[in-house]
């Protein structure tokens, strides 16, 4: 019913910045919050940041300073600017969008690969 696609991601050198998409489509009637996990290797999926449909926003401790969540509800559209990235960055990013249908149902993206190495 509701499909997430993300793009952005790729390899970057410490220090770099890459900027994740994901764009919602398919019968939505109303979209809550929209957030970013990551997974690195052999770790828990972690929540990076967050955002509610008014604009309030959260990050992870990790992140804050470097790292902006952002959304166009026109657009259907969350993104996600890293700056300064580090190494330990590196994992797979995944949206996750809170959507009311049909039904209120949590989706998740694809992931995208997000490496930072020199």
């Known amino acids: 019913q509701v499909q997430l696609v993300e793009s952005g991601g790729g390899s970057v050198q410490p220090g770099g910045s890459l900027r994740l998409s994901c764009a919602a489509s398919g019968i939505i009637f109303s979209i809550y919050s929209m957030s970013w996990y990551r997974q690195a290797p052999g770790k828990q999926r972690e929540l990076v940041a967050a955002i509610t449909r008014s604009g309030s926003s959260n990050y992870a401790d990790s992140v804050k300073g470097r790292f902006t969540i952002s959304r166009d509800n026109a657009k259907k559209t969350v993104y996600l600017q890293m700056n300064s990235l580090i190494p330990e960055d590196t994992a797979v990013y995944y949206c996750?969008?809170?959507?009311?249908?049909?039904?209120?149902?949590?989706?998740w993206g694809q992931g995208t690969q997000v490496t930072v190495s020199s």
């Open positions: 996750n969008v809170d959507v009311l249908g049909y039904d209120r149902t949590s989706y």
